[in-house]
């Protein structure tokens, strides 16, 4: 049963005690029934709200094996196809241009990065936790750069160093590749 049918159920429950008894009489303490079961649910409410963020901070969970070999297949997948494409792409761009070389030189610069992702995913045991310690390192690292990054357009920013647009637009992109690698 869900936390609000709990609390709609006791709230009903409470509502439910007559105004008056057969007699006449006002019920005893009916208010104050009322008044407590406001108080229980409101109180539990703000505790959930409050305390229950703060203590699931520090759980960390584990993710299951099969869960982590199928996105390891899927990325695998997925990076064998992103190769593929830059070959493909690769090829088309540099068709009938006098400095192929420089588009064979970035995509291969791209496929190295794929192709060590896939090698990274089809390790197992302490290779793979290696290559996964290495992948944490790289994306610590890139949002530290990230974030002199940014703190440096802010400053020559503040000393008016560049134009509004430009710090905006570069702290934009900043912001871009920070929540790309903040959320792996």
């Known amino acids: 049963m869900s936390r609000a049918a709990v609390f709609s159920i006791t709230l009903a429950g409470v509502l439910t005690l007559p105004l008056i008894l057969s007699d006449g009489s006002a019920f005893p303490t009916r208010d104050l029934a009322v008044l407590l079961a406001a108080g229980v649910i409101t109180l539990s409410l703000i505790v959930a709200i409050v305390f229950l963020p703060l203590v699931l901070k520090s759980i960390e969970t584990v993710p299951e094996p099969a869960r982590v070999a199928a996105e390891d297949r899927v990325r695998v ?3 064998q196809a992103a190769i593929r494409a830059i070959s493909r792409a690769q090829h ?15 995509a ?4 190295d990065a794929y192709r060590k992702r896939v090698e990274g995913q089809s390790q197992i045991g302490e290779a793979a936790e290696a290559i996964r310690r290495t992948d944490e390192i790289d994306r610590s690292l890139r949002l530290a750069g990230l974030r002199a990054e ?3 357009v802010f400053r020559m920013t503040r000393a008016r160093e560049i ?5 905006r637009k570069l702290v934009r992109e900043l912001d871009l590749l920070e929540s790309r690698y903040s959320a792996q």
């Open 77 to 79: 997948a997925a990076a």
């Open 150 to 152: 940014r703190e440096e």
């Open 163 to 167: 134009e509004d647009d430009v710090a």
């Open 92 to 106: 088309e761009m540099a068709a009938d241009q006098i400095d192929a070389d420089i588009y064979a030189d970035a």
């Open 108 to 111: 291969a610069h791209l496929m």
